[in-house]
């Protein structure tokens, strides 16, 4: 259970959001769409596509496993419902910062292949780093809440509960974005 919540979702987003512009940048397609689009419509509309593509995936895989479950418990069907639109939703939520962080990691890499690479990298070494800083300085072990991820096992098990874990993500996920923004606004095509 904590595997999937920890290494399967997120690497999913990854590797789903892996190429947002960089093949673009690559092949020199951006400089094209810029023609018609400012990079900051490109940045946000490749987010929120890739986040499109995420929704309609998770969607297919709950949907599948809700008609599981009315089969196998059709007493349970209005219940079930609730639940599996509930953790939906969060989850959907909670992979919003692994999104971003492809978008920032796509505005000034050239391959997919980098950024995916280059995000597994970042993810582990900073755990890894929090981990072992926080053992010696504990008041450290606040950086782990900088870390995208860190919290999905407490929000799909406990949906909803507390500010922070919403606003968490949301926040993960602003920085991110900016920073592509910055970044995309700087970069060369």
Not at 36 to 48: D, K, T
Not at 120 to 133: N, Q, R
Request: net charge positive; proline share 4%.
């Amino acid at each position: 259970h904590k595997i999937l919540n920890k290494v399967v979702f997120p690497a999913l987003a990854l590797m789903v959001a892996a190429d947002q512009t960089a093949s673009d940048r690559e092949r020199g397609t951006l400089r094209f769409l810029t023609l018609r689009s400012s990079r900051s419509e490109i940045l946000l509309g490749r987010f929120f596509g890739q986040l499109l593509i995420l929704t309609i995936l998770s969607g297919v895989t709950f949907l599948s496993c809700w008609v599981t479950g009315a089969i196998n418990q059709p007493k349970a069907l209005v219940s079930g419902s609730i639940i599996s639109m509930g953790l939906w939703y969060h989850l959907l939520y909670a992979l919003l910062p692994f999104v971003a962080l492809m978008s920032l990691l796509n505005s000034f890499l050239s391959s997919a292949r980098q950024s995916l690479l280059l995000a597994s990298a970042f993810l582990s070494l900073a755990h890894l780093f929090v981990v072992v800083v926080s053992d010696y300085i504990p008041a450290l072990s606040l950086l782990d809440y900088v870390i995208p991820g860190n919290d999905l096992s407490r929000l799909l098990s406990h949906p909803g509960v507390g500010l922070q874990a919403w606003l968490q993500p949301l926040l993960q996920t602003l920085f991110f974005m900016v920073l592509a923004w910055l970044i995309s606004r700087r970069s060369k095509l």
